[in-house]
């Protein structure tokens, strides 16, 4: 009986790493007059620039480049603002909060929300039902973001 259970809750536990991960809950904080941010961490912990960056740059996966281009390029017109020197402008917190829920900025936004349950569609995905992007991946974007200084 004993080994029976046991087993049960390995296949429990088995299958939890599977599943998407819930939407953690967070806290959007008023920084001034006309700013806001979410000043903790998704995870806890804060995220790896040289992933963020290679995220980024993986069209397919985050699609950021297809409406912002890649930082500081020269020439390229997108429809949204370039991000080179974002970090100089935007606390850490609003970089956050621009990803997770642009439209508690700017209502009007067309910049994509990235982290609401059910965003992934696709059954067969192993984060089916999860959102667009991890909280993992989302702290990686921002300390990326948040490292890109004044580029002067
Ligand atoms: C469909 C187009 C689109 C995509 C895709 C997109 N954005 Fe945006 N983003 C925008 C627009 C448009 C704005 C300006 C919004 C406004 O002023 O309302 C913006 C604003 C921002 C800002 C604030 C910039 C500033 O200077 O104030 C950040 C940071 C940002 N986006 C990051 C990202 C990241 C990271 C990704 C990918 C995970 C991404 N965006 C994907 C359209 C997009």
Same mark, same amino acid.
């Given at each position: 009986?004993?080994?029976?259970?046991?087993?049960?809750?390995?296949? %429990?536990?088995?299958?939890?790493?599977?599943?998407?991960?819930?939407? %953690?809950?967070?806290?959007?904080?008023?920084?001034?007059?006309?700013?806001?941010?979410?000043?903790?961490? @998704?995870?806890?912990?804060?995220?790896?620039?040289?992933?963020?960056?290679?995220?980024?740059?993986?069209?397919?996966?985050?699609?950021?480049?297809?409406?912002?281009?890649?930082?500081?390029?020269?020439?390229?017109?997108?429809?949204?603002?370039? @991000? !080179?020197?974002?970090?100089?402008?935007?606390? !850490?917190?609003?970089?956050?909060?621009?990803?997770?829920?642009?439209?508690?900025?700017?209502? !009007?936004?067309?910049?994509?929300? #990235? #982290?609401?349950?059910?965003?992934?569609?696709?059954?067969?995905?192993?984060? #089916?039902?999860?959102?667009?992007?991890?909280?993992?991946?989302?702290?990686?974007?921002?300390? #990326?973001?948040?490292?890109?200084?004044?580029?002067?």
């Amino acid at each position: 009986m004993r080994v029976l259970l046991w087993i049960a809750a390995i296949a %429990v536990l088995a299958g939890a790493g599977r599943a998407a991960e819930p939407v %953690v809950a967070y806290t959007i904080t008023n920084i001034g007059a006309d700013a806001s941010e979410i000043s903790a961490s @998704l995870t806890g912990a804060p995220g790896d620039a040289a992933r963020g960056r290679a995220l980024y740059g993986g069209e397919a996966r985050a699609g950021c480049p297809a409406c912002h281009g890649a930082p500081g390029a020269v020439g390229e017109t997108a429809p949204a603002p370039d @991000l !080179a020197g974002v970090g100089a402008r935007l606390s !850490a917190g609003a970089i956050r909060l621009w990803i997770v829920a642009p439209a508690a900025i700017d209502p !009007a936004t067309a910049m994509p929300a #990235y #982290y609401a349950a059910g965003q992934r569609g696709e059954a067969d995905d192993p984060l #089916y039902g999860g959102p667009a992007l991890t909280a993992a991946e989302i702290e990686d974007l921002v300390a #990326y973001l948040a490292a890109l200084g004044d580029p002067g």
